[in-house]
């Protein structure tokens, strides 16, 4: 199979070699987070997937974004935008949920962090685990 230039391909295309570059997010463990379990975190997340979508010309971004606060939780409905950066037009979206808990003014931005966090480890098919042999 002959591989097209990179400015030829579609963002599925860029995305399935994004895709090749991650295959893994280790979880944090309890001592970092403060949390009774291991859990994969937004900043884990992002640090894995963003450097191999920006070396296959995607850049992401929330869209379409809707919310509601309910005392001190916010839920927020939102799509993931997932563009081609040498063709605009070209991009699909992820929809996602997240949910924010805070005594301040920080659920809002939980909310997101969590809705963009798993709309990029879904699009990504990305693995997540205990394991840190298979962090790659």
């Known amino acids: 199979m002959t591989e097209q230039p990179a400015e030829t391909r579609n963002v599925y295309q860029r995305l399935a070699a994004a895709m090749e570059q991650v295959k893994y997010v280790q979880k944090s463990d309890t001592k970092s987070t403060g949390l009774k379990y291991n859990v994969v975190t937004h900043d884990a997340v992002t640090a894995k997937v963003?450097?191999?979508?920006l070396a296959e010309g995607v850049v992401y971004h929330p869209h379409k974004m809707d919310y509601t606060q309910n005392?001190?939780?916010?839920?927020?409905f939102l799509m993931v935008r997932f563009v081609n950066i040498d063709n605009p037009d070209d991009a699909f979206e992820i929809p996602s949920l997240?949910?924010?808990?805070?005594?301040q003014d920080k659920?809002?931005?939980?909310?997101?962090?969590y809705a963009v966090k798993y709309a990029l480890l879904?699009?990504?098919?990305?693995?997540?685990g205990d394991d840190a042999d298979l962090d790659d």
């Open 107 to 113: 659920g809002p931005g939980k909310a997101v962090s």
């Open 122 to 128: 879904k699009a990504m098919g990305l693995e997540t």
């Open 71 to 76: 005392g001190n939780r916010t839920e927020v």
């Open 50 to 53: 963003r450097p191999a979508l």
């Open 98 to 103: 997240g949910y924010g808990v805070d005594s």
